[in-house]
């Protein structure tokens, strides 16, 4: 494993973290708190040491199961958790995973924040997000008032944005630098081989304010992991079937995916590196980017994606080769997060 420093915090980050949400929410089929718990451990002892969760992952869940798994381990860690959903009193399973109504009060997010403290069963959290707030939530002076007063109080240690909810770029955009220019936070976006338009804006103003950028969803929904054929299909359960509106744009979203996969071998197996680990090389490649949070939902994947940083970094010629690849055909319309 690798570490990164967490931008100007002190604090440093395995540069490939943990997203809780997939053993939490049950939305990629983990149902099992044992097996996410497992799941968590193994990844400490793989040198994972930066786990980004979030108040509102099976309504508080994602935070009480984290500390069930790594709480004896507070000292090892790096933990980050998001705030802004008000799923006090809009709880439970949202329809088509519509999102929930947002609060970004000084009151509620100071009751939020002492909740996720609760039951993270610690005293501080690391990196304190709000989770896919409005270009208005990042103009409030008097919710960054508050996230200061929490961090001079100990409470946390630092703060920043996750931007989203998929498939709203250009609104990101204006969000992601907001952040970064007007209040020297940390954002966390979607980036990968076939999604660089949020890179592309964001990481320029994020190296020269010395912001750290965390990346999630660095496999394109899973297309960049190799494990897809044009049989794949997803459980009505799994939260890919609500990201594409019907079966024929899911099944063409696939389709495309899977030809832009066929034209990266060149970077995959003569250099040792599966192509989930290129998709990881790829976003390495970027300085600003502290660390990467892949989808994590079984063990042999945990794996790959952990000794990824191990592997042969890109070259500058591959480098090339995937960037003008992404200027004549690679970017994915459509892909569900």
């Known amino acids: 494993m690798q570490y990164r420093a967490l931008g100007e915090t002190g604090l440093k980050v395995s540069v490939v973290g943990f997203g809780v949400w997939t053993v939490s929410t049950t939305m990629w089929g983990i149902t099992d708190d044992a097996v996410g718990t497992a799941l968590l451990r193994r990844a400490l002892e793989l040198g994972v040491t930066f786990y980004d969760t979030a108040d509102v992952y099976g309504d508080g869940k994602g935070e009480t ?44 997010v100071r009751r939020a924040c002492e909740a996720s403290l609760k039951r993270l069963r610690t005293d501080r959290i690391d990196l ?84 750290p950028v965390l990346v999630r969803v660095p496999h394109a929904s899973g297309i960049l992991e190799g494990t897809y054929t044009e049989e794949t299909q997803f459980a009505p359960t799994d939260h890919r079937s609500h990201r594409v509106a019907t079966d024929a744009m899911r099944k063409q979203w696939l389709l495309d995916g899977l030809k832009k996969v066929e034209k990266l071998g060149f970077a995959t197996e003569e250099a040792g590196r599966t192509l989930g680990q290129m998709a990881i090389q790829f976003i390495l490649s970027e300085p600003c980017v502290a660390s990467i949070l892949p989808n994590i939902y079984d063990a042999r994947q945990l794996e790959e994606f952990a000794a990824a940083p191990e592997t042969s970094p890109l070259k500058a010629a591959e480098l090339e080769r995937i960037a003008d690849l992404y200027r004549h055909d690679f970017y994915l319309e459509a892909v569900p997060s």
């Open 65 to 108: 199961l984290l500390a069930d798994a790594l709480g004896d381990r507070r000292g090892e860690i790096v933990i980050a958790t998001k705030f802004g959903y008000d799923f006090y009193n809009y709880p439970g399973p949202q329809p088509g995973q519509r999102e929930r109504p947002q609060d970004w009060s000084p009151e509620f």
């Open 128 to 211: 304190y997000q709000l989770h896919n707030p409005r270009l208005d939530a990042l103009q409030r002076d008097d919710l960054f008032a508050l996230l200061e007063t929490l961090k001079s109080e100990g409470k946390i240690r630092a703060y920043g944005a996750a931007l989203g909810p998929a498939l709203k770029p250009d609104r990101q955009i204006d969000e992601g630098l907001a952040c970064i220019r007007q209040r020297h936070a940390a954002v966390q976006i979607i980036y990968n081989m076939l999604e660089q338009v949020l890179g592309e804006a964001l990481f320029p103003a994020a190296q020269q304010e010395h912001v």
